[in-house]
């Protein structure tokens, strides 16, 4: 079975400053990893996803995340973040082989701060 | 395109009682999902549908919950009876079909309070 581990509960940061919000997975076999964003009172909506290839991954509103597999991390960066960036953002994962079965992670609170 | 529909937006029952969630899936998504997201933690997947077919429901209390796709469109989750723990935002999520490469949509949720 796969689990996903967010270090990190809530992030404060200040507008415009750079921000990583940390993400470990663990499974047996090869995985797939996704980073989801939900604003409040939103449905989550895909940041960026690592299939294959170059290890880091651009998604959208300037975040990229890079995949570590002797460290098995994911972690997400953004370099300058704005207010509209404040939302709880998920780590997910799912095994290559069989049908799409995501594995949240518990979730990171970004908070950014004027 | 629209994108996932669910209703009601918001439920208080009391414990023992029934509910029901409605999701219409986007338009010509084969697949449906139904998660289930406990405040603090992120969401659990409870059921998938491939059309009116269930593909994955192990995750799925089915003493007390069920859930079903008729006509391989929207679906229908109850919850019957409700418990404290069940209180949490019910999530309905679509894709064109089940695979990697199909990116999963989410509605806005359900949330429910069972007091």
């Known amino acids: 079975a796969q689990s996903v581990t967010q270090l990190d509960s809530q992030v404060p940061v200040f507008e415009e400053a750079p921000v990583e919000l940390r993400c470990n997975y663990s499974s047996s076999v090869s995985v797939y990893l996704f980073w989801y964003v939900q604003y409040p009172n939103q449905g989550l909506q895909l940041l960026l996803k690592?299939?294959?290839?170059?290890?880091l991954v651009k998604g959208i509103n300037g975040f990229e995340a890079e995949f570590n597999k002797s460290q098995t991390s994911f972690h997400l960066r953004k370099p300058s973040v704005h207010i509209s960036d404040t939302a709880e953002y998920f780590c997910?994962?799912?095994?290559?082989?069989?049908?799409?079965?995501?594995?949240f992670g518990q979730g990171t609170r970004l908070t950014i701060n004027p | 395109e629209a994108g996932v529909a669910q209703s009601p937006r918001y439920k208080i029952i009391e414990k023992r009682q029934s509910v029901a969630f409605w999701c219409n899936p986007i338009?010509?998504?084969?697949?449906l999902y139904w998660y289930q997201q406990i405040l603090g933690q992120g969401p659990k997947l409870l059921i998938q549908?491939?059309?009116?077919?269930?593909?994955?429901d192990s995750q799925l209390p089915k003493d007390r919950f069920s859930a079903e796709r008729l006509k391989g469109v929207d679906s229908t989750l109850k919850i019957q009876p409700a418990k404290l723990e069940d209180s949490a935002v019910y999530l309905c999520?679509?894709?064109?079909?089940?695979?990697?490469?199909?990116?999963?949509?989410f509605g806005n949720g359900t949330r429910l309070t069972v007091t």
């Open positions: 999520a679509s894709s064109l079909e089940g695979d990697i490469h199909s990116p999963l949509h």
């Open positions: 549908f491939q059309n009116n077919g269930v593909v994955d």
């Open positions: 997910a994962v799912t095994k290559i082989q069989g049908a799409q079965k995501l594995v």
């Open positions: 690592y299939l294959s290839g170059s290890t």
């Open positions: 338009s010509g998504h084969a697949t």
